[in-house]
């Protein structure tokens, strides 16, 4: 047989498999365009009802029976106006606010009101800042142009898909089947995948992106919220979600010192049971407490995690086995993996794990041992981490 011949015939296969995952992406992509059809195959669960509105709570989440009234006296009521106040006044006068670190601090410790955190989450991420040093550089329409090159060639179209319709599927927001936010959930996720190209997309950084759309209007400020939790030096996650998961494992080790240093006693227990961080602290530390505790706790975490910084997921660690200690020193590996599986179900004293986590960061702080150990890590420059990578650049999909 002719050599070229033989040569075209053995490629035909590759050529296959490559046009398959084209046809695939645009399938995928053109059905978040078209958005919820009536010819859609929809679950009974997924069509909200009525009565779905009466087992919402005040998050947003659907439960399975309906949600009582909290009862609020005169008293409770004025406390929380006179607090969204003190709020507002201080988000109008953001700027003058950050030269007085003490009064903000001691507001953002305490919580941010629900119906503000819209407002103060993107300040605090410096959302516009981000994106004005990004457009600089690069240009205006960055996200739309990332999403029309996603559209084309992301490699992670698949799997941003799957990962869509499993997100806070029990949220009034991402209920709806190719639904507005779950258009948006995936446009985000899909666009990011071609900014940092290092990254692209991991499992885990769905559930972060849903979070900020609870809360951020516009799908291109989630973006850059993204961008700056991912790439922010105040934050860092860049390296949770690489392949390899490299942050991830740093996080492990970093946290069982300090578990032998601040609970000796307990974390000769759970040695001795053989538990290791690998089987209760990987969502603690790769979606910042997400899932893993009550969603009020974790909103509370993220308020703080936004102002401190990446010191908070290792604090929080500690913080949480210091407060459960008694329970956990006396339980056996079984009792212990149920107790952490469904924390997130459990009535647990925030204001008390919220003091514990002040007081394990100040005692971290004052040893030096708040900040994971510094590794040499090669420089990265921005147009190779941006758009500007060959397209064909080979990147294993990391999977948890």
Same mark, same amino acid.
């Given at each position: 047989m002719?050599p070229?011949?033989?040569?075209?015939?053995n490629?035909?296969?590759?050529r296959d498999? $490559?046009?398959?995952?084209v $046809?695939?992406r645009?399938?995928?992509?053109e059905?978040?365009t078209?958005?919820r059809?009536?010819t859609?195959?929809?679950?009974p669960?997924?069509?909200p009802?009525?009565?779905?509105?009466m087992?919402?709570?005040?998050?947003?989440?659907?439960?399975?029976?309906p949600i009582p009234m909290e009862?609020?006296?005169?008293?409770?009521i004025e406390?929380?106006?006179t607090? $969204?106040?003190k709020?507002?006044?201080?988000?109008?006068?953001?700027?003058h606010?950050?030269?007085?670190?003490e009064?903000l601090?001691?507001r953002?410790w305490?919580?941010?009101p629900?119906s503000?955190?819209?407002?103060?989450w993107?300040m605090?991420?410096?959302i516009k800042?981000?994106k004005?040093?990004?457009?600089?550089q690069y240009?205006?329409?960055?996200?739309?142009?990332?999403?029309?090159?996603? #559209?084309?060639?992301?490699?992670?179209?698949r799997?941003?898909d799957?990962?869509?319709?499993?997100?806070y599927?029990?949220h009034?927001?991402?209920?709806?089947k190719?639904?507005v936010?779950?258009?948006k959930?995936?446009y985000?996720?899909?666009?990011y995948?071609?900014f940092?190209?290092e990254?692209?997309?991991?499992?885990?950084?769905?559930?972060?992106?849903a979070?900020m759309?609870?809360?951020?209007?516009?799908?291109?400020?989630?973006?850059?919220? +993204?961008?700056?939790l991912?790439?922010g030096?105040?934050?860092q996650?860049n390296?949770?979600?690489k392949p390899?998961?490299?942050?991830?494992?740093?996080c492990f080790?970093h946290?069982m010192i300090?578990r032998?240093?601040c609970i000796?006693?307990?974390?000769?227990?759970?040695?001795?049971?053989?538990?290791e961080?690998?089987?209760y602290?990987?969502k603690w530390f790769?979606?910042c407490y997400?899932?893993?505790?009550p969603?009020?706790?974790?909103? #509370?975490?993220w308020?703080?995690?936004?102002y401190?910084?990446e010191?908070?997921?290792?604090?929080?660690?500690i913080?949480?086995?210091?407060t459960f200690?008694r329970?956990l020193?006396?339980?056996?590996d079984?009792?212990?993996n149920?107790?952490?599986?469904?924390l997130?179900? #459990?009535q647990?004293?925030?204001?008390?794990i919220?003091?514990?986590l002040?007081?394990? +960061?100040?005692?971290?702080r004052?040893?030096?041992?708040?900040?994971l150990p510094k590794v040499d890590?090669?420089?990265?420059k921005p147009s190779e981490?941006?758009?500007?990578l060959?397209?064909?650049?080979?990147?294993? +999909?990391? #999977?948890l």
């Amino acid at each position: 047989m002719d050599p070229a011949l033989q040569a075209r015939a053995n490629n035909e296969p590759t050529r296959d498999v $490559e046009r398959e995952k084209v $046809e695939e992406r645009e399938r995928i992509y053109e059905r978040y365009t078209q958005g919820r059809s009536r010819t859609d195959d929809i679950e009974p669960w997924e069509e909200p009802s009525f009565s779905s509105y009466m087992k919402k709570d005040k998050y947003g989440f659907i439960h399975e029976k309906p949600i009582p009234m909290e009862p609020m006296d005169k008293k409770t009521i004025e406390k929380k106006v006179t607090r $969204e106040k003190k709020w507002w006044r201080m988000v109008k006068d953001w700027e003058h606010n950050e030269r007085m670190p003490e009064e903000l601090k001691t507001r953002i410790w305490k919580g941010c009101p629900h119906s503000l955190r819209g407002k103060v989450w993107p300040m605090l991420l410096r959302i516009k800042e981000i994106k004005s040093l990004n457009e600089q550089q690069y240009g205006t329409g960055i996200y739309e142009r990332m999403k029309g090159k996603a #559209r084309k060639y992301s490699p992670d179209i698949r799997q941003i898909d799957l990962d869509v319709h499993r997100t806070y599927r029990n949220h009034e927001m991402f209920q709806l089947k190719y639904g507005v936010m779950q258009q948006k959930l995936f446009y985000v996720l899909a666009a990011y995948s071609m900014f940092n190209k290092e990254v692209g997309y991991c499992q885990g950084m769905a559930n972060v992106v849903a979070l900020m759309l609870m809360y951020m209007n516009e799908e291109e400020d989630v973006f850059w919220a +993204l961008t700056s939790l991912l790439r922010g030096e105040r934050y860092q996650m860049n390296d949770f979600f690489k392949p390899g998961l490299p942050k991830l494992f740093r996080c492990f080790d970093h946290h069982m010192i300090l578990r032998k240093k601040c609970i000796p006693s307990l974390h000769k227990h759970l040695k001795k049971m053989q538990y290791e961080p690998t089987l209760y602290a990987t969502k603690w530390f790769l979606q910042c407490y997400l899932d893993k505790l009550p969603f009020s706790l974790a909103l #509370r975490v993220w308020d703080i995690f936004l102002y401190e910084g990446e010191e908070i997921e290792t604090a929080m660690a500690i913080a949480l086995l210091r407060t459960f200690k008694r329970n956990l020193i006396k339980s056996n590996d079984e009792q212990i993996n149920n107790f952490m599986a469904y924390l997130c179900e #459990r009535q647990l004293e925030e204001e008390k794990i919220i003091d514990n986590l002040s007081e394990i +960061l100040m005692e971290l702080r004052r040893t030096r041992m708040s900040h994971l150990p510094k590794v040499d890590i090669p420089e990265i420059k921005p147009s190779e981490s941006l758009s500007t990578l060959p397209l064909n650049k080979k990147r294993q +999909l990391t #999977r948890l």
